[in-house]
């Protein structure tokens, strides 16, 4: 891995960025979601030949940050490509492949991803929802409840998370489900989230859910690789969400800082305002660099060090973007807090990256035991 990017990378970055201002805050999500498929853009990451674009996470990273740095992150990039594309990718049939990857990067289909459940929240361990055999049919059956799930209503389906039982231990083993929307039994129910976001959140009942034997992806047997595989991504992709939301406040801050004049020099001339400013930025690049080590990790085919490194960028990611949030609000003053200017609701969906997919504590706990050696407290 070199630290500065290759001149595709900034290729890839500058066309994104074009494509983003283009499509600026008001953004139509439906829209600018084909016009960055089209463009090649959705499924960078899955293999070319399902019609992807042969890259990795590094390069969906790229796309996704560009997106939230002109104000126009698309949410289910994390979701969509990235981790379902990738799990399917990896370890899916070569009949999942063929429904699946091409729709996926052509964006014509869309995949949601289910793993919180009310009683279980970080402790993932604890999941129930759980899928049984019909010994007459070979079908699966899916009872469980999901929540905050994102984008179910537009998604074709979702990429489940349950459990199945194995028959020699009796314990249970997680296991993905590909669950159509409009399947008999699953229920869907809006959260009413503070958010302003095009994408919304809902709670899922699975009520003896009948899908097909052909609806589980890859290995009854290896259910924690294969989520695995699937979660690193999606953390490499919530740090590009966060630190494009972060780069999109404060270049809002800088330009009205520049400007805005109550004394005798604008207000960005007042060191009590460049440099949380000045900070903010440094945070938000060193989050990046470690984003970009663990997206080259995870290209690379080390989903150990990958998971390591996720985790960090993650965690560093998200603090950058609440801070670089909130600094971009006070330097706006009252205009911070105004409609006109749009940002006080960035408050609100910075804290998204603190909390999900994995919350900035849950990275400490890891951090503290995998890396640190510490012991645990739960
Ligand atoms: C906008 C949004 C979109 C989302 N989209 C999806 C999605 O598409 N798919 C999906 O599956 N999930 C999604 N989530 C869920 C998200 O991943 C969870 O909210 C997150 O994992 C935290 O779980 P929880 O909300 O149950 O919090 P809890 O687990 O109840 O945690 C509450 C608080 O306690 C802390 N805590 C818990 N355990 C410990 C501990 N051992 N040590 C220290 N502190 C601890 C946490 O850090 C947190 O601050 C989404 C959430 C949001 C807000």
């Known amino acids: 891995m070199t630290t500065t990017e290759t001149e595709e990378h900034k290729a890839l970055r500058a066309a994104v960025a074009a494509l983003g201002k283009r499509h600026g805050r008001s953004f139509d999500r439906e829209a600018l979601w084909s016009e960055a498929a089209k463009l090649g853009y959705l499924g960078v990451n899955l293999p070319e030949q399902y019609g992807g674009g042969g890259g990795g996470i590094s ?77 007459e049919t070979g079908d699966w059956l899916l009872t469980g409840r999901k929540v905050f799930i994102s984008g179910v209503d537009i998604a074709d389906a979702t990429l489940i998370v349950g459990r199945t039982e194995d028959s020699r231990t009796g314990r249970l083993k997680p296991c993905l489900f590909i669950v159509p929307r409009d399947a008999e039994g699953f229920h869907r129910r809006q959260i009413d989230m503070e958010l302003q976001a095009a994408e919304k959140q809902f709670e899922l009942t699975l009520d003896d859910v009948r899908l097909p034997a052909d609806a589980l992806v890859g290995d009854e047997d290896a259910g924690l690789l294969q989520l695995f595989a699937g979660l690193n991504p999606e953390r490499i992709m919530t740090a590009a969400f966060a630190i494009g939301m972060g780069r ?96 006080a609701s960035l408050i609100t969906a910075a804290r998204v990256a603190r909390i999900a997919p994995v919350s900035r504590e849950m990275i400490l706990n890891y951090v503290s035991h995998q890396t640190l050696g510490l012991p645990k407290s739960y």
Not at 124 to 129: E, G, K, P, V, Y
Not at 255 to 266: F, H, L
Not at 269 to 279: F, R
């Open 59 to 135: 390069e969906l990273s790229i796309v996704l940050e560009e997106l939230g740095a002109a104000g126009c992150p698309l949410l289910m990039m994390v979701v969509s490509p990235a981790i379902c594309g990738t799990v399917i990718a990896r370890f899916g049939t070569e009949t999942q492949k063929q429904e699946w990857l091409p729709a996926l990067a052509d964006g014509t289909r869309t995949m949601a991803f289910g793993i919180t459940e009310p009683d279980a929240g970080s402790n993932s361990h604890r999941i129930t929802t759980t899928a049984r055999r019909d010994p």
């Open 248 to 343: 999109y406040a404060l270049a809002q801050a800088i330009t009205y800082a520049r400007d805005r004049t109550v004394w005798n020099t604008p207000i960005g001339a007042h060191q009590a305002i460049a440099h949380p400013l000045a900070q903010a930025h440094i945070d938000l690049e060193l989050a990046r660099l470690m984003m970009q080590k663990a997206a080259h990790l995870y290209d690379a085919g080390d989903d150990v060090g990958a998971g390591e490194a996720a985790n960090m960028a993650k965690y560093a990611a998200g603090e950058a973007c609440v801070k670089a949030v909130d600094q971009a609000v006070h330097t706006l003053g009252g205009n911070g807090l105004t409609r006109e200017f749009g940002l």
